[in-house]
């Protein structure tokens, strides 16, 4: 039995002809950017997110971006941002002027480590950036303390986690502002590239409404330099589609991991993931610990089922940060946990058939 790691073709299915009709209604307006269905997406997102403002983008990593803009980042001011997660995260601080400093994340959320934190925060420091990671929040309450305590801005990277929420606040409404992606392979994403901000903080939005749209309020009259960085009015259409079932499939991934979970309870060799109290996962990522990681994938692959990697290689040790004169060793968490964390399939239209083969099959490499 085949097991794709995603199945955006099955999400789409019976959701086609109402995106078509969506879609069909711009190509005869021509209305190709901004125009109603990218408001209608602002006004729904925030509010699935209990936040007060959203504003649409062309990506997650520009919407990051946009945010550190915002809040006025200069060269030399340090932003803490975890070595395990996407280097987006930590290319928007760059891009935005800012100097990057990672911190090791939490044994067992994968997390940032709240402590560590505390610890790498000098007097340059200007923000933090927790990443909900594989779908789970980040623990904000620590890592907003301290940052009141010594006045810095957090800003949430929320790319993994549509919907999660952290006592009972969702993902997006905790921090100055929060960084969304919608790339097609996240829980809601396009049909192409898209991405948005949500923020409750003065100011914010209005700054990054300019900043996406070559820092003009009005058609050619530019307060600031800005960037080409909008979202078009075909992603706005069928994100709206989709933001409407997203809580459904949200709560189908949540019965995903519970049934992975109680199959592979007593799986010797297999590290589950754990959930920290307090926390709705939104099961972005279904990640198990392994031992001899690439030969278990190479199992899986032989029974058909395709597994991911996030990540292979923890931001301090890749090439493009080797500037930053971090060493192997310096981030023991990331660094054992990239050689041995393992992404089993994990999405919405996944069948229990393909649950129970993915199971019986990662038992069997782990001879657990
Ligand atoms: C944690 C994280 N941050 C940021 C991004 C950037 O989003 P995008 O690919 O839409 O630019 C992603 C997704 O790719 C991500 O996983």
Redesign the pocket.
């Known amino acids: 039995m085949d097991v794709p790691f995603l199945d955006l073709r099955a999400q789409h299915r019976p959701l086609k002809q109402e995106i078509l009709a969506a879609w069909d209604e711009i190509l005869d307006t021509a209305g190709f950017i901004g125009g109603k269905h990218v408001s209608a997406l602002e006004t729904e997102f925030a509010a699935a997110c209990s936040a007060g403002h959203a504003v649409a983008v062309s990506?997650?990593?520009?919407a990051?971006m946009f945010i550190f803009k915002a809040l006025g980042i200069a060269p030399g001011d340090e932003v803490i941002v975890p070595a395990n997660?996407?280097i987006?995260?930590s290319e928007a601080v760059s891009i935005a002027g800012g100097r990057v400093v990672f911190v090791d994340v939490d044994p067992d959320t994968y997390t940032m480590d709240p402590a560590l934190v505390a610890r790498a925060i000098t007097g340059k420091t200007k923000g933090i950036v927790p990443?909900h990671?594989y779908g789970q929040c980040a623990d904000m309450d620590p890592i907003l303390a301290i940052a009141s305590q010594h006045g810095l801005w957090v800003v949430e990277?929320a790319?993994?986690a549509h919907l999660a929420e952290y006592k009972g606040r969702k993902a997006g409404s905790m921090g100055a502002a929060a960084?969304f992606?919608?790339?097609p392979g996240?829980n809601m994403g396009a049909c192409g590239?898209a991405?948005a901000v949500t923020t409750n903080t003065p100011g914010v939005e209005e700054l990054v409404r300019k900043l996406r749209d070559h820092g003009q309020a009005k058609k050619y009259y530019h307060d600031i330099e800005g960037h080409n960085g909008r979202c078009d009015a075909l992603q706005a259409a069928a994100l709206r589609i989709k933001l409407r079932h997203l809580p459904a499939w949200n709560e189908a991934r949540r019965a995903h991991a519970q049934r992975y979970m109680e199959l592979l309870a007593d799986a010797r060799g297999v590290v589950l993931p754990k959930v920290a109290e307090g926390r709705l996962p939104v099961w972005h990522l279904f990640v198990v610990q392994v031992d001899e990681r690439d030969r278990v994938a190479e199992e899986l692959k032989a029974a058909g089922i395709a597994t991911g990697l996030h990540y292979p290689v923890p931001l301090h040790l890749q090439q493009a940060y080797q500037h930053l004169g971090y060493g192997e060793g310096r981030f023991p968490v990331s660094e054992a946990y990239s050689r041995r964390l393992l992404s089993l399939p994990m999405y919405p239209e996944l069948t229990e058939e393909q649950i129970l083969h993915v199971a019986g099959a990662l038992r069997a490499a782990v001879r657990g």
């Open positions: 990506n997650g990593t520009d990051l997660t996407f987006a995260t990443v990671l990277d790319a993994q960084g992606s919608y790339y996240k590239e991405g």
